[in-house]
Every structure is written in C-alpha cells, then in structure tokens.
C-alpha cells in the first residue's frame, strides 16, 4: 500500500536522511520543519521527530481540536523520558517509538500504521501504566478498609497508643487490636509505623 508519509522534523539532516529509506515503501515522502506547517494530514502518516515534547503535545492536541484525527501520527522519541509529556496521547497516535528504534524499524511501523495498527512499546507502556497500577492498588487497599478501621488507621498516624485510640473511638482495647491487625493485613504491613507510614504517603 503506497500513499504519502511527512517526516516532521526540526533537522534538515535527519529529515533527509530517512527519506531515502520512505521512498521504496511511500509514492510521495515530504520533509517540512513542523507540525505548524501542514495544513492537513489527508490521509497520509506523519513521522513526528520529537524535540520538545511539550511542544508537540500542543501542536498535537491543536490539530485535534481542529478535527484532525491523530491514528496516523507516529512520534519519534529522542528519550524515553519524553513519553511522560505525552502519555495523554496514548491510544490517539499510531505509535510512540523510543530514541533506540532504527530507520528500518520506522519505516516498517509507518507501514503498520498507515494500515490501522497502533504500535506501542512495551518499555513506554509499563512506564505510563506502573504509576496507574500503584494509584489503582492503594486506591483499592485503602477503600477495603471499614470505617472503623480507617478512624483506628487515623489514629496510628497520629501516634495514638492502643489505650488512646480505645478512648477516643470509645471501644475496648482488645477491639481496638483486632482493627489494628485487619489494617496491618489489608495494607500489606508488618507493623504499625509501616500502616502509619503508608497512610501518610496515600492519605
């Protein structure tokens, strides 16, 4: 399948160093300076060079704005810390490459992309989905907790002793043991000033 492909990029050595390799597998490969200078996709794919994530994540979400569909916008990363300016866009471009992904390789998931595949690498997708997992599980460790273990968890990060927290939520000091360790259980700790510790870092 032939069609045209932009290569966007700030360098004019790069842009017309990967033309070359575009112009066996693309019947038309155009090298312009930035997203800011097309008018419209048409249909083609857009090879992003990525320099200032931020930036493209503007021009980006303006072209969006302007009903622009995004699936055939490859960007390629010059580092991987990158991704995290541009997470938002996961599942809106056809593809987020690192800084290691060679010519060949490009060309080749340009191809994919123009077909309607959406190519992510597993090293970008455990990045942006670790901190998610983490926020969904102490969401869910947190949420498991009672009310009553949530008031005894309030006060262990206080400091509170066994005695004391018996005495403010008016309930017996074994009562308040048994709370004590269905917290320990349900956060995963192995003591109080780790159920403490992590309250504090989630609460």
């Keep these: 399948m032939k069609s045209t492909v932009y290569i966007v990029s700030e360098s004019f050595l ?4 990967l033309r070359e390799p575009f112009s066996e597998h693309f019947t038309e490969v155009a090298v312009i300076p930035c997203l800011d200078a097309m008018d419209g996709t048409d249909g083609a794919v857009v ?5 200032d994530a931020e ?10 704005g302007a009903g622009q569909d995004l699936s055939s916008m490859v960007l390629l990363l010059r580092s ?5 300016e541009l997470e938002g866009l996961i599942g809106e471009v056809g593809a987020m490459l690192p800084p290691t992904t060679g010519a060949e390789d490009v060309v080749r998931i340009c191809n994919v992309v123009n077909a309607g595949v959406c190519i992510w690498p597993r090293s970008l997708i ?23 273990e ?19 939520l008016n309930i017996s000091d074994s009562t308040v043991r048994v709370h004590v360790r269905s917290v320990l259980r349900k956060l ?12 504090a870092g989630h609460g």
Aim: with cysteine.
């Design 14 to 17: 790069l842009g017309n160093l």
């Design 47 to 51: 090879l992003v060079d990525v320099g």
């Design 55 to 64: 930036a493209c994540a503007r021009a980006l979400r303006r072209i969006r």
């Design 80 to 84: 991987e810390d990158q991704g995290a």
């Design 126 to 148: 455990s990045t942006f989905t670790a901190g998610r997992t983490r926020q969904c599980m102490t969401r869910r460790r947190l949420g498991s907790l009672t009310v009553r």
């Design 150 to 168: 949530q008031a005894v968890l309030d006060r262990l990060s206080d400091g509170d002793s066994n005695k004391s927290i018996a005495s403010a």
């Design 188 to 199: 995963g700790a192995t003591n109080r000033t780790q159920a403490a510790l992590y309250a």
